[in-house]
């Protein structure tokens, strides 16, 4: 079970550092810049870029997901935690 935990602690990690890189392209600014507890909308993604960052994410882990994903989870912390509770063999389904 252990082994479990740090394989979605790492998943997670990765999610989120893919997602920094990914919303520092679409706002011109350096994945460093970017903090995963601060709302997206601080960085000026508007619904275009939120339905287009969706799209990005499902075509990334080959998952469907709500469109209302990004105001759901503001944050890449929290866009995170939900993505990498998703993915299967997370044991949570």
Excluded: F
């Amino acid at each position: 079970m252990t082994n479990q935990i740090a394989d979605t602690q790492d998943t997670e990690a990765a999610l989120k550092d893919w997602l920094r890189h990914r919303i520092a392209g679409y706002v011109g600014r350096t994945p460093e810049d970017i903090r995963t507890d601060v709302s997206l909308s601080n960085y000026g993604l508007d619904s275009v870029y939120a339905l287009t960052l969706v799209g990005d994410i499902e075509d990334h882990l080959g998952l469907t997901l709500e469109a209302t994903l990004m105001w759901d989870h503001s944050t890449i912390d929290a866009l995170g935690k939900t993505l990498a509770g998703s993915l299967p063999g997370d044991g949570c389904h």
